[in-house]
Every structure is written in structure tokens, then in C-alpha cells.
């Protein structure tokens, strides 16, 4: 079997031959390193490697098969994280040069329980700066590149993450979401990517993006079925973090394959689908179709206040400026200037407005909530445009051109579609459902009530077999290992 038929294999189908002792954790990782080593010049998705590491790790976790102890389907997985997540030991940038040189005493929570459930840490992967944007152009550790056309961006803030997912370097990714950006880079690279509820996965070791209750930590995977087994490792109640919901945890894989037929499917008729490239809507619509094929029930739905996004998120700037206040003052040489130029204007903000953000945040989770009364799930594109190339200027929709530089400019249309899950606090994943004429991934968000990730994510399920996806390996990929 060749390097790449066996990392191309999704964690549910690796897993058994791990347990059954047909591939071993350590042969796993070589194979890794040595396709992480291949295309890490083209595709720039990691800050640091840890092979001594990951192959120390591998061989304690071949032993203890050896010795019957197998921790279940995560038992040899290889896996990465962004590198805004902490890692004992090992440096942690944020994709900033403000914190090159910062090591953590302690692994996040999200970490200690991969680990626990017999993950296999290969490295950090490169990020948009301090996850303040959607692109992962990244002025100090270069940009992360898209697998299926390597002059395009992989989105962000999480692009290595999901670059790596699409590309075989990892199994699994974790990523932080505060605006989209788990769901923004797997819509982009053609993976599957989930946002749980706020509270439902621990924050605790994820550094300061700087945006108010909005962020998440979640996954990124080639498969639903994988999302689903690594939220359960991942869910669950932390009394450190303050964030943290003590809600049952539900079986998340054990729920993929009841009945769904019935169930209704929420479209809105505004907002999500107001601007949007034309092969983006025709993807999307295909999708929307072929769910009302497995007898899910379609009903438009409004949803008020979405005009006022904009202002939302210029807000979370504020706690973007505490944070970054001292480093501001000191260095402020050391930031890109995308990121400098959005957290200093956050200088000019009055706190009268402020306070009136946070009221119209509650008042658009009202609005969430009153319409998820009438559906089980809302269905929309994740990201109403394709990923554009690294060097653009502008993207042109329906004639019409969008800026796509300057601070915070590209915010304004990648995050459209994923930023009222974090204002909400909503779980939201993204599921592939096709490609535009130019072989460049379209995702499906499906949203849904809070803690009920278990709902979306057999709807994603489903949805993900009765498309009948086949593993498409990116250019770049084929490029370089063939």
C-alpha cells in the first residue's frame, strides 16, 4: 500500500486496521512525515513539526496494543492544531511574531483529551495572524495555500488546518472559530468542519483572538462520521472555563444513522442567500434538493436583524484592543498590518456603542431562536463566494466587484454566512457538496439548535452518503507524490 492510499483513508476507515494491528501508529506516522516533508513547500500549512515527537508517541501507542490496551478509534490517529492552542512544551505563535518564543507549561483541555483518546500530535499549523482574519495570508510565516489551486487562499483564520485535512497531512485538525474560521478554510478546502455550541467544548488554552463570546475550538476532518468522533473526545464540561455549559454529552456517532425523513429544513429567505456566486448557488440548491429527496421538509424562514452583522463584529474589535494594548505600545512593528490597522480602530469606538452591541446580540439570538422553533436545521452556503487568488485585489459577484484588501475587508464577505453562529453561540458544520468549473470546493452549513450538534451532524451524515462523495485527491497532491 502506497503512502498516499493509506493516508488518504479517513480516520473510520484507519481505525480498525490500527486496532486489529494490520497498520501500525508508527508506520502511520512515518508515512506522514514523510508526505508532510513533500508538500510543505508548496502548500506552507505548518509553523513547527514535531516528528521526534509524534514517532516517541507512536511507539508507546504500538506498545500498548502490543499489550492489549487500545484506547478506541482515536488509538494511533495522527492529528495537528492550529497554533493558537496551547501545547506544553512546545511553542505556541498564534501565527504572530509578538509571541514566537511563547511555551506553555500546560496543554489545553482539547489536547489532554486527544491525547487521552490515543492521538498522535504531528505539529502546529500556520494560521491568519493571531486569528484576526479569513484568509491565512500570514506576513510572518508566509501564506498558507489552497490544495486544489495553490495560488488561491485556503480561507482562515484555521487554513493550515484545513489545507492539512484536505491535503492527507493530518487525519484530524483542530481550529478556533470566532467568526468562521474552522468553517470558512474546510468550505474552502473541501473538508468538513464543525462549530459546536458555545460551552460545549473547552476554551480554556485557546489564546485571546480578541473577539468577545464568540470563539470555539472544533474540527476539522475528511468525513462526518470522523467530525463526529472527534467531537467526542473533545465535548464536554470544564469547571476552569467559565464559558463551559455542564449539558450531557451525546453519542455523537451512535445518532449518524437515525431516521431524518420528517424533518424540516429551514432556508432563509434572507441574508445567507442575498450575494452569492452563481456556481456556489447551484451547488447549494442541488444540495437543498437532494435533501427534500430523502424526505426532509423544506420551509423558508426570516430572520431579522442580520443587516446589523457588520456592526457586531467591528465591536469584538474592543476586546481585541485590550488584549493587544501592550503589545501595541511596545511593538507594533511586529504586527501585519491588516490585524494592527482593525485592532487600533477599535481606539475609536464609544462605549454607548458597545453596550448597544451586546443588546443587539441578545436580541439576534432571540431572533435565532424563535425562528429554530419552527425547523429542525437551517441550511445555507457556508461561504457565498470560491476561494480567491492570494495576490487579488477585488472578487467579482454577478458582475459586480467586492474588495477583498485593506484591514478587516475581507471579514465583510467570507465571514457573511458564518458569523451569526458565533454571535449566537449556534452549532454549525460544513459539509462538502461540490466543486465549481474550476475544481474549487463548495460547502453546505447546516445550523442548529443549541447543544443538539447530534441533529446536524446526522443531517451532514446523510446528506454526505446520499451524495455519494468519492475521495478526490487535490492537484497539488498528485503533483508531488506521484
Not at 128 to 143: C, K, Q, R, V
Not at 195 to 222: E, F, M, Q, Y
Not at 411 to 426: E, F, Q, Y
Request: charged residues 20%.
Amino acid at each position: 500500500m502506497s503512502n498516499l492510499e493509506l493516508l488518504s483513508r479517513t480516520i473510520s476507515e484507519i481505525a480498525p486496521l490500527i486496532r486489529d494491528k494490520a497498520v501500525s501508529p508508527v508506520e502511520l506516522v512515518h508515512a506522514e512525515l514523510e508526505h508532510i516533508n513533500s508538500l510543505h513547500s508548496a502548500i506552507n500549512s505548518f509553523i513547527t513539526v514535531l516528528g521526534d515527537q509524534a514517532l516517541l508517541r507512536a511507539k508507546e501507542l504500538e506498545d500498548a496494543l502490543v499489550h492489549g490496551d487500545y484506547k478506541g478509534p482515536l488509538h494511533g490517529i495522527p492529528f495537528a492544531v492550529k497554533d493558537n492552542i496551547a501545547t506544553a512544551g512546545t511553542r505556541t505563535t498564534a501565527g504572530s511574531k509578538i509571541l514566537a518564543d511563547f511555551v506553555p507549561e500546560e496543554d489545553a483541555p482539547v489536547v489532554s483529551r486527544m491525547y487521552a483518546g490515543g492521538g498522535i500530535l504531528l505539529g502546529k499549523e500556520n494560521m491568519h495572524e493571531f486569528a484576526l482574519g479569513p484568509t491565512s495570508i500570514n506576513p510572518h510565516y508566509g501564506a498558507v495555500h489552497n490544495p486544489w489551486d495553490l495560488d488561491r487562499i485556503p480561507g482562515g483564520s484555521s487554513g493550515g488546518s484545513a489545507a492539512n485535512v484536505a491535503s492527507f497531512q493530518t487525519f484530524a485538525s483542530l481550529g478556533t472559530d470566532s467568526g468562521g474560521s474552522v468553517r470558512i478554510p474546510a468550505s474552502l478546502c473541501g473538508v468538513v468542519g464543525l462549530k459546536a455550541t458555545l460551552g460545549r467544548v473547552s476554551l480554556r488554552g485557546c489564546l485571546p483572538t480578541g473577539n468577545w463570546p464568540a470563539d470555539h475550538i472544533g474540527p476539522i476532518t475528511r468525513s462526518v462520521r470522523d467530525c463526529a468522533t472527534v467531537l467526542q473526545a473533545l465535548a464536554g464540561y470544564d469547571d476552569q472555563d467559565p464559558l463551559s455549559v455542564a449539558v450531557p454529552v451525546a453519542d455523537y456517532t451512535g445518532g449518524l444513522e437515525h431516521d431524518i425523513k420528517g424533518m424540516v429544513v429551514g432556508i432563509p429567505s434572507n441574508h445567507y442567500f442575498d450575494l452569492i456566486d452563481p456556481e456556489v448557488a447551484t451547488a447549494v440548491s442541488k444540495s437543498i434538493t437532494l435533501l427534500e429527496r430523502m424526505g426532509m421538509k423544506l420551509k423558508q424562514v426570516t430572520i431579522h436583524g442580520l443587516k446589523h452583522l457588520e456592526s457586531l463584529r467591528r465591536m469584538g474589535a474592543v476586546e481585541a484592543f485590550v488584549y493587544h494594548e501592550r503589545f501595541i505600545r511596545d511593538r507594533p512593528s511586529d504586527y501585519g498590518e491588516d490585524v494592527l490597522s482593525r485592532i487600533l480602530s477599535a481606539q475609536f469606538i464609544r462605549a454607548v456603542d458597545y453596550a448597544k452591541a451586546i443588546r443587539l446580540r441578545r436580541l439576534l439570538k432571540e431572533e435565532f431562536a424563535r425562528a429554530m422553533r419552527e425547523v429542525d436545521v437551517l441550511v445555507c452556503p457556508t461561504v457565498p463566494i470560491k476561494a480567491f487568488p492570494i495576490d487579488a485585489e477585488t472578487v467579482t459577484v454577478k458582475g459586480v466587484r467586492h474588495p477583498v484588501v485593506g484591514p478587516g475587508v475581507p471579514s465583510v464577505i467570507l465571514t457573511r454566512n458564518t458569523s451569526p453562529g458565533n454571535v449566537t453561540g449556534l452549532p454549525s458544520i460544513t459539509v462538502p457538496c461540490g466543486f465549481t468549473s474550476e475544481g474549487l470546493p463548495v460547502g453546505l452549513q447546516l445550523i442548529g439548535r443549541p447543544f443538539e450538534e447530534e441533529v446536524i451532524l446526522r443531517v451532514a451524515h446523510q446528506y454526505e452518503m446520499a451524495s455519494d462523495r468519492q475521495t478526490v485527491i487535490p492537484p497539488s497532491v498528485l503533483e508531488r507524490v506521484s
